[in-house]
T-cell receptor, first 113, second 117 residues
Framework: GQQLNQSPQSMFIQEGEDVSMNCTSS?????WLWYKQEPGEGPVLLIA?????ELTSNGRLTAQFGITRKDSFLNISASIPSDVGIYFC?????????????FGTGTLLAVQP | GAVVSQHPSWVICKSGTSVKIECRSL??????MFWYRQFPKQSLMLMAT?????????EQGVEKDKFLINHASLTLSTLTVTSAHPEDSSFYIC?????????????FGSGTQLSVL
């Protein structure tokens, strides 16, 4: 199945550092979503983006919907140990498949106290 | 936020048996639900789209006779893994679309870890 390219694959940082990850696609999406998944759990929605160029914040998290509609980034500021998990981007609304959610390959984040 | 309940959380079964996984939307009606499979250290891969009152739509490479999907009501979809084999061992996750929030948002269940011996 199709996946979106997400980078970096993993990050190991110190508490307090800022984090940035991004997602790119060869296809255009109408919606970009960012999820966090912890071991043995389903993904939890962090931020949803609906318009090209949109910049949205949720606490220490900020995400942007790329102008080309083919990319998105997620920033986490002042990381804390509970930010540990796998972060997935997801695109929705690809031409001809408006309901489907296509996931990125994931970014594993480890935060050292 | 909307709540999606998935049951069971984990199941261990013998090879050749069938396993049913339930996905319920607790506080909204979901005409569409999605089933994903996730192997260790990998991303979620869409298996099928479950439509209330009609047949499911399967992704390429997913055997519809092996992964039976039933979406009999607006709050319940079930995935049955028939004649399970060890290679079917995986983390299965459902999601449901909540149109009531005015935007196309998907909420996920907590997943089912299937281990086939």
């Amino acid at each position: 199945g199709q996946q979106l390219n997400q980078s970096p694959q993993s990050m190991f940082i110190q508490e307090g550092e800022d984090v940035s990850m991004n997602c790119t696609s060869s296809s255009i999406f109408n919606t970009w979503l960012w999820y966090k998944q912890e071991p043995g759990e389903g993904p939890v929605l962090l931020i949803a983006l609906y318009k090209a160029g949109e910049l949205t914040s949720n606490g220490r998290l900020t995400a942007q919907f790329g102008i080309t509609r083919k990319d998105s980034f997620l920033n986490i500021s002042a990381s804390i140990p509970s930010d540990v998990g796998i972060y997935f981007c997801a695109g929705q609304g690809e031409a001809g498949a408006t309901n489907k959610l296509i996931f990125g390959t994931g970014t594993l984040l480890a935060v050292q106290p | 936020g909307a709540v999606v309940s998935q049951h069971p959380s984990w199941v261990i079964c013998k090879s050749g048996t069938s396993v049913k996984i339930e996905c319920r939307s607790l506080d909204f009606q979901a005409t569409t639900m999605f089933w994903y499979r996730q192997f260790p250290k990998q991303s979620l891969m869409l298996m099928a789209t479950s439509n209330e009152g009609s047949k499911a739509t399967y992704e390429q490479g997913v055997e519809k006779d092996k992964f039976l999907i039933n979406h009999a009501s607006l709050t319940l979809s079930t995935l049955t893994v028939t004649s399970a084999h060890p290679e079917d061992s995986s983390f299965y996750i459902c999601s449901a679309r909540d149109r009531g929030q005015g935007r196309e948002k998907l909420f996920f269940g907590s997943g089912t870890q299937l281990s086939v011996l």
